[in-house]
């Protein structure tokens, strides 16, 4: 019923700058908080960042001052716009959205990751 299809990662150097886009489209009665996770090789999947529907936001420390993240509620899409990379950032980076539906069923849904490589 939901699709959330991330796109804009990709290969970069440290200092660079990527922004991802996650686009959820389907039966969306409302959208809740949106957010952003990754992981690492051998390491668990680790929250990025969230904004919530009243727009408030929260950030890993490990991102703090570097990463921002938006929505644009009327298209349900959220954005993380990614500067001063480094190659500590290297992930697949997962769009993560809380949604209700048209049937009233409100649920997590998950993109299918898109990978980022901060790299020399």
């Known amino acids: 019923q939901v699709q959330l299809v991330e796109s804009g990662g990709g290969l970069v150097q440290p200092g660079g700058s990527l922004r991802l886009s996650c686009a959820a489209s389907?039966?969306?009665?409302?959208?809740?908080?949106m957010g952003w996770y990754r992981q690492a090789p051998g390491k668990q999947r680790e929250l990025v960042a969230v904004i919530r529907s009243g727009v408030s936001t929260n950030y890993a420390d490990s991102v703090e001052g570097r990463f921002t993240i938006s929505r644009d509620n009327a298209k349900n899409t959220v954005y993380l716009q990614m500067d001063s990379l480094k190659p500590e950032d290297t992930a697949v980076y997962y769009c993560?959205?809380?949604?209700?539906?048209?049937?009233?069923?409100?649920?997590?849904?998950w993109g299918q990751g898109t990978q980022v490589t901060v790299s020399s």
């Open positions: 993560n959205a809380d949604i209700r539906v048209y049937s009233l069923r409100r649920a997590e849904y």
């Open positions: 389907g039966s969306i009665f409302i959208t809740y908080a």
